[in-house]
């Protein structure tokens, strides 16, 4: 219980802040000079940040569709000659740091989102791939040849014997990504797309420390609550379909 209140506290500073982020400026303003302003005051604070966590669950969503999606497939006998292969796909995305992918991105797609979410989804590919081999590859083969003897199809066997028990590697392999995914989403406000980069780079710009310092606490308390979230959801998920939660 007592390990909770950080987290609650975190949370409520947090909404506090975005929902009247002037009430924070005499916190802020020793950080300022010249009579620049204490707070980002060029667009809604909550309306980037909540853009922000948007474009981080379209790009996870996406990035676990099609890396979990690939991992099953190079752990099946008809897929497992492309394993190799589909592991240097994945790893480009930590390869290549973000800001080379949107380089890359912008001529193809324009600014905006588009190369944004193009640069999560390949950063956040290779994490919940590996997990994901890891978590299927790990299953009991007494179990595998129990549910083949119980008369279920390799389909049956995949969706009700070995996702279930891979699951806590998988969500771990999603967690990861998400919370990546948070802090690399700032770039993308050098090519237009909205979030709280954009509060970080103004800062930068305008040699004004307490807006670089409000949109980095801003992100950080993001990803360790939504980690936490995420690892709640997890546990939950877990006792429902009668797995030991971490």
């Known amino acids: 219980m007592r390990a909770l209140w950080p987290r609650l506290l975190a949370a409520a500073l947090l909404a506090a802040f975005l929902l009247s982020p002037q009430s924070?400026?005499?916190?802020?303003?020793?950080?300022?000079?010249d009579g620049a302003p204490a707070i980002y005051n060029q667009a809604s604070l909550l309306a980037l940040a909540l853009a922000h966590l948007r474009l981080v669950a379209l790009a996870t969503a996406a990035s676990a569709v099609v890396a979990v999606s690939l991992g099953v497939l190079?752990?099946?006998r008809i897929g497992a000659e492309f394993m190799p292969l589909s592991r240097a796909i994945v790893n480009i995305g930590q390869t290549f740091p973000p800001?080379?992918?949107?380089a890359v991105a912008v001529p193809l797609v324009g600014f905006g989102e588009a190369p944004t979410l193009i640069a999560l989804f390949v950063y956040g590919l290779l994490p919940i791939f590996e997990n994901t081999i890891g978590g299927l590859q790990q299953t009991p083969?007494?179990?595998?040849?129990?549910?083949?003897?119980?008369?279920m199809s390799p389909l049956q066997r995949l969706w009700q014997v070995e996702l279930p028990l891979a699951a806590p590697q998988i969500f771990e392999g999603v967690r990861l990504s998400t919370v990546i995914a948070i802090g690399t989403a700032t770039i993308g406000s050098t090519v237009a797309a909205k979030g709280l980069g954009e509060v970080i780079i103004a800062g930068l710009l305008?040699?004004?420390?307490a807006f670089v310092v409000q949109g980095g606490l801003v992100v950080g308390l993001m990803a360790v609550l939504v980690y936490d979230a995420l690892s709640a959801g997890e546990r939950a998920l877990l006792r429902r379909i009668g797995l030991p939660a971490r």
Not at 24 to 33: E, G, I, Y
Not at 99 to 102: P, Q
Not at 141 to 151: L, N, Q
């Open 24 to 33: 924070f400026a005499p916190v802020f303003a020793p950080l300022t000079h």
């Open 74 to 76: 190079v752990t099946r």
């Open 99 to 102: 800001v080379a992918v949107l």
């Open 141 to 151: 083969a007494a179990v595998i040849d129990a549910a083949r003897g119980a008369g």
């Open 206 to 209: 305008s040699d004004n420390t």
